[in-house]
Structures are given as structure tokens and as C-alpha cells.
């Protein structure tokens, strides 16, 4: 039975070394994951040509980097970065668990 | 300065006599927006051709229907709809608001 209801939290991973990333789905046009940060890991500044992404905090808080703003984002904020436009992690400020999504899925 | 933070709470919009629906992020290849149920209101199965969608519950509590599968999902779960098979809203059973992502974003 495929798995259309997907409890994301349940899937988190962490990792000591560097923040976790888990697929959650894989469709034709759209990529959904998880990111998972402990407290002091980051996501180095990059950008996707052609694709846009996003990121909804589900538990935490981190400061978040996009285009020329930083701030902070907490669990409910959805975190927008445009395709071509620069993002990534400062710096997770908590246990932090985000859903990412990118259309096109990466390597498409 | 570009909407890089968007707090989807903050947006929720609802209505009496249909459910309430709120554009949020309108990329090239990726839309984002509000589904804002009253209880008791629907939303009718459809499907998208060649186009990925997600729901992921922000608020409250409803029935879903994704290919032959019916399910409760309620404030965390993300209800995956790939291309082509059909979804919808059976019932909201509470108030309910829902992050939707589209790709590519309809109309496009």
C-alpha cells in the first residue's frame, strides 16, 4: 500500500557529525525530506538553478540565511527560497526538525 | 524585501460557504499556499496531470482520500498525492488549515 499519510517527525535522524537528511518523497516533479539539526549545526549558503525550495519548521529554531536576510525561524515558519536565490543554516539555535521541498526533485 | 519568512498561520482565511484558499509563495516551478477548512467542509477528489502535490496539516483535524485509501490526518501529517491520483478532502472534522505545495504550480 503506498504510503500517502506520512508522519514526518517519526522519520527524523540525527546524525553527531553533520545534520541529518532523510527522503520522505520522491515524485516526478516534486522532492519532499526532512533536515534535522542539532543545536550548533549548520547548512552552508547554496543555491538550486532552476528549482525552487522551501523549509517548514516543524519543532525548533534556527537562524536561517536567504538572499541577503538572515533570521530566525521557528516551529510554524515556512522559510522561502526562490530558485537561483542563495540559502542555507547559520546556525541551529535548538533540536531543530524541518521539512524541505524542491521541484524539480534534486538531480532531475 | 522579498517574503523570505512567511508565518502560514498569519494568512489562514476562511468562509461560510466553501473552503477558504490562500496563495502564499508563486515560484517557477513550485506553488505554496493555505487549504482553510471550517468543520464539515470538503474539498471534491480531483487530480492533477503531471503534476506532485503535498498537504501537510498545520492546524486541526480531517479526512483525506488519496487513490483508494480514506484516512483521519490531523496537525503534523503530510498527506503525499503524486501525479495523477486523485485526492481530496472527505470532511474537516475541526478547523483546519493546510500548507499545500504543487509542482509544477497549476496553470504553469
Redesign the interface.
Known amino acids: 500500500?503506498?504510503?500517502?499519510?506520512?508522519?514526518?517527525?517519526d522519520h527524523a535522524k540525527f546524525a553527531a557529525d553533520r545534520f541529518g537528511k532523510v527522503d520522505?518523497?520522491n515524485?516526478?516533479?516534486?522532492f519532499?525530506g526532512l533536515n534535522c539539526f542539532e543545536p550548533g549545526q549548520t547548512q552552508r549558503v547554496h543555491s538550486h538553478r532552476?528549482?525552487?525550495?522551501?523549509y517548514?519548521i516543524?519543532s525548533g529554531k534556527a537562524r536561517?540565511a536567504?538572499?541577503r536576510?538572515e533570521?530566525e525561524?521557528s516551529a510554524?515558519?515556512?522559510?522561502?527560497?526562490?530558485?537561483e536565490?542563495p540559502?542555507g543554516v547559520v546556525e541551529a539555535l535548538e533540536r531543530t526538525v524541518m521539512?524541505i521541498?524542491?521541484?524539480?526533485p534534486p538531480g532531475s
Do not use: C, Q, S
Not at 101 to 104: D, K, Q
Open positions: 500500500m503506498p504510503d500517502y499519510r506520512i508522519r514526518p517527525m520522505l518523497a515524485g516526478a516533479t516534486l519532499l532552476g528549482a525552487d525550495k522551501f517548514l516543524l536561517m536567504v538572499g536576510e533570521f525561524a510554524g515558519d515556512l522559510v522561502w527560497a526562490p530558485a536565490v540559502h521539512l521541498g524542491m521541484a524539480p
